[in-house]
């Protein structure tokens, strides 16, 4: 083991298993964005704003009220799976017929509301829960607890999804309303319900890794902005509504930002992965997992 | 068990159907046979909900079925295989009969209806793992007839069951229906295959440009001149 | 109105304009007026896209370009801002090429685009904050005063200055805007935002008329950004880059009303106004509260004003007029 790790520069490696960390978190946030991609039609631009207010109500039940972390993360879960539902139902369903690109305008204007919510409620300060997990030792390897613990939950999170999505008769609707949205009333399905509870899971999503991204990350009213526009990449590049791609075009960009992290900033990982971005277009325009014609 | 009165329905300003009256009592196979653009389709999808009649009742075992919510038309007992079927294509068979069962009145019966489509439709079986949309043209009919039985209706609505399919499929199609009633299902046939159709009903109407113009017994309809001269080519 | 006496109306309406600061000299109404025909352009060079459906959230990374690079070759390099500024605006227009050839040729259309421009501006943040050594991170930049030649550093002092250079660039915008109107461009780039397959097959060259337009707004937002540094003398990568400046700019031009010239200009009186308006009235703890309001109001008026306040007061004024025009401008969906 040690001689194979010789080999190899042991900075390498380690930036190359926390891609994989990262690449959970980022694959939670794209599953949440593609689902009501796939069943709504609508893109949330506002999706990693609902994160960070995620994570602010698990600061202030952490730090403020003194809330045991573990109790707070499904307090936080469903005050976002709530805010979703409400996002849905004040902002995206009187725009359902509206052309696309204002539904997503739309959400463009809940983004100031929130940003700016968070900033007059909040203030611009800086903020983290002051839980200091420790750090894992392997080898000459360190990892931080907090991703791993990050990666398991996403882990989990996700498999609950496709559970629910494959097994329930609520999951197998939502997965048929995307293919015909004009007969699901002739199965019995509302869809307007359908809509709502998709909406809530998809904030839910996003409630869930506001729980995982607080341990690592401060929060601050525009946290939003460093991994907004990564998860609209990862969306674009799987295809939007397309799970399976988004889950692996996640851990691609995650390599791709922890990679490139590891030799200068993590901001330039992020440009990099643009870069990546950009060139993948030119060779795969439809998307990582297109079918090709 | 189904009565339709003075149904006026279309699309925006196109009106597609034009006072229309109809009965189908328990345990009868109606048909309704008409060219294509007659408001057939239309006929079907009024009474199942997808669109809303501009005047006139519907009822249902004496339910308003217009009052009523369109994803609540299900649960009255009318289930509806639509035109071009409409599979979810993405969906299994398995999925897209789970989806016939959506509604909570039929979840509880759930594993037996299935066992019953898979009785009626052994094909199905063999194949419920597999992408709806990657079967054959009458194995998807098979599979959109076995997904409106998983609601256990009363009544089935059959639009064009038989349109794009092979000749010996269409036979096949229609041995089936004739299989359905004999469980007791009443049955709503709309079909362009008017000398098959007929063949299988106990009454049907003619609708022309979205008006009911005759009606009768199969076997009187199969004597008209009417149908004859138009329908049956004879 | 007749084509003469509309000709006749800008002529007077600009002559009042320019004659403004000469009559009128309250140095706060000057600097808001500045202000906002800096923005106005901003937001008219936005809309030259957005009427045609290509809805970019890329264009906080262009003005932020024009910004920066400016200031930066100015601090660093002592490069005059005279050529500074289309260096600037040259890089702008090269990052939209390279971003928005991929996009067109491969028919990158609706969220995916919007998605991709949202990134693009998300991107030039996250560049601009990443070379703090450089650029002053999130604390922002300061272009360096000039001692000897304010001209050559494009450094004023007084504000009637600062307004008539303003003001010819809003004009210039808006002639663009109807030259572009009256082109040949302008008809293609309908068709292809109506059905881009058809607009093809009818021999349009989709993506060259599409990347036309595009490096057009580029160039004129990196232009905006330029000038409102050399304005302001003072920027963050927040008030001139990013996704937040992007939807500003949405959120003005469907205030005003995409689809006709000055929708953009009343967009940019009605937001700066408003911030203005709020900033003195919470006076310290105004920060957040106009995008607030903002956020409220763009959502609000996509609901229900979707055409923008302009676009449809004159569609009201249009309808007593001539009935069959409102029709046609009724089939013009704010994008798709």
């Known amino acids: 083991m040690q001689a194979f790790l010789d080999i190899f520069d042991i900075y390498l490696l380690e930036a190359v298993i926390n891609g994989i960390l990262l690449g959970g978190v980022l694959a939670l946030l794209a599953l949440g964005l593609n689902l009501i991609f796939g069943v709504i039609d609508v893109t949330w631009i506002c999706y990693a704003e609902l994160v960070m207010i995620g994570m602010y109500a698990m600061y202030f039940m952490v730090q403020y009220y003194g809330l045991s972390y573990f109790i707070a993360a499904p307090f936080t879960i469903l005050l976002v799976a709530l805010l979703g539902a409400l996002l849905h139902y004040l902002v995206i369903a009187p725009l359902l017929t509206a052309p696309p690109i204002n539904q997503l305008l739309a959400t463009g204007g809940v983004l100031f509301v929130l940003q700016s919510f968070a900033t007059v409620a909040f203030g611009i300060d800086f903020r983290n829960l002051g839980i200091r997990l420790p750090v894992l030792a392997f080898g000459d390897m360190n990892f931080s607890y907090a991703r791993l613990l990050s990666f398991l939950a996403a882990l989990v999170g996700m498999v609950a999804v496709y559970l629910f999505m494959t097994r329930t008769f609520t999951g197998t609707a939502i997965r048929a309303i995307s293919q015909d949205r004009q007969i699901m009333a002739l199965m019995g399905v509302d869809t307007k319900r359908m809509y709502i509870i998709t909406s809530a899971l998809g904030g839910g999503l996003a409630g869930l890794a506001a729980c995982l991204l607080v341990l690592q990350y401060d929060v601050h009213p525009f946290v939003g902005l460093s991994f907004g526009p990564i998860t609209f990449l990862i969306c674009v590049l799987g295809g939007l509504g397309n799970f399976i791609g988004g889950f692996i075009a996640a851990f691609v960009f995650a390599e791709i930002i922890s990679l490139g992290g590891l030799f200068s900033d993590l901001e330039w990982g992020y440009v990099l992965a643009f870069a990546f971005f950009i060139v993948m277009m030119f060779i795969r325009p439809a998307g990582l997992l297109a079918r090709r014609r | 068990m189904l009565e339709l009165r003075s149904v006026d329905a279309g699309y925006g300003s196109f009106q597609a159907l034009f006072d229309v009256n109809l009965d189908v009592k328990a345990g009868e196979a109606v048909g309704v046979i008409g060219p294509n653009g007659a408001g057939k389709t239309t006929l079907m999808r009024v009474i199942s909900g997808l669109i809303r009649p501009s005047r006139g009742s519907i009822r249902m075992e004496g339910v308003d079925v217009v009052a009523t919510p369109a994803h609540r038309i299900v649960s009255l007992g009318i289930a509806h295989v639509p035109e071009n079927r409409r599979l979810f294509p993405q969906l299994s068979v398995d999925d897209n009969l789970k989806m016939g069962a959506f509604m909570k009145e039929a979840r509880g019966t759930y594993a037996k209806r299935l066992d019953f489509v898979f009785e009626l439709f052994p094909r199905l079986k063999e194949r419920r793992h597999q992408m709806a949309g990657t079967m054959s043209g009458g194995e998807q009919q098979m599979c959109a007839i076995g997904r409106a039985l998983m609601s256990n209706p009363k009544l089935l609505l059959l639009d064009e069951p038989s349109a794009g399919l092979a000749p010996v499929v269409v036979q096949q199609v229609f041995e089936l229906v004739k299989r359905i009633r004999a469980s007791g299902l009443t049955v709503l046939i709309v079909e362009q295959n008017v000398q098959q159709v007929l063949h299988v009903v106990d009454r049907a109407y003619l609708i022309e440009a979205g008006t009911i113009r005759s009606s009768g017994t199969a076997a009187e309809m199969l004597a008209s001149d009417t149908v004859k001269e138009a329908y049956l080519g004879v | ?330 089939a013009v969906k704010i994008a798709r």
């Open chain 3, 1 to 330: 109105m007749t084509g003469q006496g509309r000709l006749a109306a800008w002529a007077v309406g600009l002559a009042a304009l320019v004659a403004l600061p000469f009559v009128y000299r309250d140095p706060y109404h000057l600097h808001i007026l500045v202000l906002i025909l800096i923005w106005s352009f901003a937001y008219t060079s936005w809309s030259m896209m957005g009427r045609f459906g290509l809805v970019s959230l890329g264009h906080g990374g262009f003005m932020g370009i024009g910004a920066y690079v400016t200031a930066l070759l100015w601090n660093h390099l002592g490069l005059s801002p005279w050529i500074g500024i289309p260096v600037s605006m040259v890089a702008a227009g090269a990052l939209a090429l390279v971003v928005g050839y991929p996009c067109f040729r491969f028919r990158i259309t609706g969220h995916y685009f919007v998605l991709v421009t949202l990134a693009l501006s998300g991107i030039v943040l996250q560049v601009i904050t990443a070379t703090r050594d450089y650029t002053g991170g999130s604390l922002g930049y300061t272009p360096n005063r000039a001692t000897t030649n304010k001209l050559l550093a494009l450094q004023f002092d007084d504000k009637t200055t600062w307004y008539l250079i303003a003001l010819a660039v809003w004009l210039a915008g808006i002639v663009v805007w109807h030259l572009i109107d009256r082109s040949m461009s302008r008809y293609a780039l309908e068709a292809i935002s109506e059905d881009e397959d058809a607009a093809a097959a009818a021999g349009v060259d989709v993506t060259a008329e599409k990347l036309k337009i595009t490096l057009i707004s580029a160039l004129m937002t990196a232009l905006a950004g330029a000038i409102y540094c050399q304005y302001q003398m003072f920027i963050t990568p927040d008030t001139v880059s990013g996704i937040a400046v992007s939807l500003q700019m949405v959120f003005a031009a469907i205030v005003g009303g995409l689809f006709v010239s000055l929708g953009p200009t009343v967009g940019a009186i009605i937001t700066i106004l408003l911030a203005e308006t709020l900033r003195i009235g919470f006076g310290t703890k105004a920060v957040g509260w106009d995008n607030l309001v903002y956020g409220v109001l763009l959502v609000l008026f996509i609901i229900f004003l979707p055409k923008g306040i302009l676009g449809s007061v004159l569609d009201r004024l249009k309808s007593q007029r001539k009935v069959s025009r409102t029709h046609e401008q009724e």
